[in-house]
């Protein structure tokens, strides 16, 4: 190739106006990042006010992670063939339109609605970001710094989505905090017509209907099962679910296997890289969404904590991951790829460890030093697989990888809250209650520590406050509980990346389109 022929390659290579194409993608993540933490935050206030039983906060918690687990692969590849930039744009109005329904909820329901509706919003965006991020940056080296701060930003948003929330909470009623999302939305979407490029794969083929339709029953199926036989036991409801997840799976795969244009590209998963940084984030995720999920229960609801204390006290995890996220690929080029997720992983697995131990009068430095390792060792472990997987794949396929490494994440995340979080209410709805305690307040006590809170009120000062602290020390039993068994699995995680990632390298020379 002559100089002349390589001078616009190398133009394409360093697209004009990439970084500021990457802050739009930004918003995007913080979009999600920030809907997904105040959740946690308003946990509380939505069953003072709406009055779920514990099933159902647990549908409100995990039914977001079950319609885009289902739908992330099928969006990743709509993605791919009728163009990034507009799934994007049209998902994010989507996402924007459907947080007013879940602001205004009046009833369980209607939330647990709502929730599923944005998952379907939520679905069209990230694949969309990773892929676009992949397409705008062909060198290594660049691309790793802008998944740094791709996944920066996410942790960003779980750190401004908690405080910013706490704020709200304070103010206004619960529903202002899904409203946040409007102002993020409106910006993304004026800004990113003008900024940011389309890119699809040029000969995609069609968008298979039936490919999509087996994808969502088999991942809904399979996932509502484990929660099912994790909260209530084994039944023929549970056995009908898991039949046709297995079935919706077993036949998504095959057809994948015999169509000339997949929504998935099967043979990813030879690589022995993108399927053991796939793993590595699924496993991850499982064991941490316990923590993440009922951690401000625990410092609202047992340590007493405002909303806006309560997001202040998770900030040292958001500080830790954007700083390891943005240093990530240069360590793993410096050591390696192996070292540092199973470093990360380890890390975080003895973290959980260290949260097994607290209780409601332990002192803050140790959590905030626990939360601040969390952080740090999934900063690193998250940005390098996610680099790992982009590199793995075609660029032409970049919607579908991304796709398989967001299903991975909100698979992780739904299983993990359905059985992490099934353990927890298992554990807490056991506490003996103090004698002399009308059985509609007790039962209201058993079904979450929100509903203990409300009745403790409503009984004499001194039954009140046993109930309280019964279902306090209960509550307090069952997070350690899921904090061991996190750290379990991410131990055992930390030692499969280690074989999984061996001779995985991060690309170092420039990728010429």
Not at 130 to 153: C, M, Q, T, V, Y
């Amino acid at each position: 190739m002559t100089s002349i022929e390589k001078q616009p390659a190398a133009q394409e290579a360093y697209r004009p106006g990439r970084w500021l194409a990457l802050a739009v993608l930004v918003l995007a993540v913080l979009l999600v990042a920030v809907d997904a933490t105040v959740l946690g935050l308003a946990s509380p206030f939505i069953t003072e006010d709406l009055q779920p039983s514990g099933t159902q906060l647990l549908w409100i918690g995990d039914v977001y992670s079950f319609v885009i687990a289902g739908m992330l692969v099928s969006m990743g590849s709509l993605g791919d063939r009728i163009g990034r930039k507009k799934l994007l744009l049209v998902g994010a109005v989507a996402f924007g339109a459907v947080s007013v329904l879940n602001a205004y909820a009046t009833s369980p329901e209607m939330m647990i609605a709502a929730r599923a509706l944005l998952g379907v919003a939520g679905a069209t965006l990230m694949p969309s970001t990773l892929a676009l991020i992949r397409n705008i940056f062909h060198d290594p080296k660049e691309r790793s710094l802008a998944i740094g701060i791709w996944g920066a930003a996410a942790s960003a948003g779980a750190a401004v989505g908690p405080v910013v929330g706490g704020f709200l909470l304070e103010h206004f009623w619960w529903g202002s905090v899904f409203l946040i999302n409007l102002p993020v939305m409106a910006v993304l979407v004026l800004v990113g017509v003008k900024l940011l490029p389309e890119s699809r794969d040029p000969n995609p083929g069609p968008w298979d209907l039936l490919s999509v339709l087996l994808s969502l029953v088999g991942m809904v199926g399979v996932v509502y099962a484990i929660k099912e036989a994790a909260a209530h036991g084994a039944g023929w409801g549970v056995a009908v679910a898991a039949a046709l997840g297995v079935i919706g799976l077993y036949g998504f795969v095959r057809r994948q296997l015999t169509l000339p244009s997949p929504l998935l590209d099967m043979r990813l998963f030879r690589h022995r890289g993108f399927s053991g940084a796939v793993l590595a984030d699924l496993l991850t995720i499982l064991g941490l969404s316990g923590l993440v999920f009922f951690l401000s229960q625990f410092l609202q609801l047992v340590q007493g904590r405002s909303p806006l204390e309560a997001g202040l006290a998770e900030l040292p995890a958001a500080i830790g991951a954007v700083a390891a996220g943005l240093v990530a690929g240069v360590v793993a080029r410096r050591y390696s790829v192996r070292a540092v997720v199973a470093g990360g992983l380890a890390a975080v697995g003895l973290s959980l460890g260290v949260i097994t131990t607290v209780g409601q009068s332990t002192g803050y430095p140790l959590l905030g030093a626990a939360l601040l390792v969390v952080g740090v060792g999934a900063g690193f472990s998250f940005t390098v697989t996610a680099d790992v997987i982009l590199s793995s794949v075609p660029k032409e396929q970049a919607g579908s990888a991304s796709a398989v490494s967001e299903t991975a994440y909100e698979l992780g995340a739904a299983l993990g809250i359905a059985l992490l979080g099934s353990i927890v209410t298992g554990v807490y709805a056991g506490f003996a209650t103090p004698p002399g305690v009308p059985d509609a307040a007790r039962d209201a006590a058993h079904e979450s520590l929100g509903g203990a809170w409300e009745v403790s009120g409503q009984l004499p000062a001194e039954q009140g406050a046993q109930l309280l602290g019964s279902a306090q020390s209960a509550f307090v039993d069952g997070l350690q509980t899921a904090a061991g068994i996190g750290a379990v699995v991410l131990l055992a995680t930390a030692v499969a990346a280690w074989f999984l990632l061996r001779g995985q390298k991060l690309e170092d020379g420039i990728e010429h389109p």
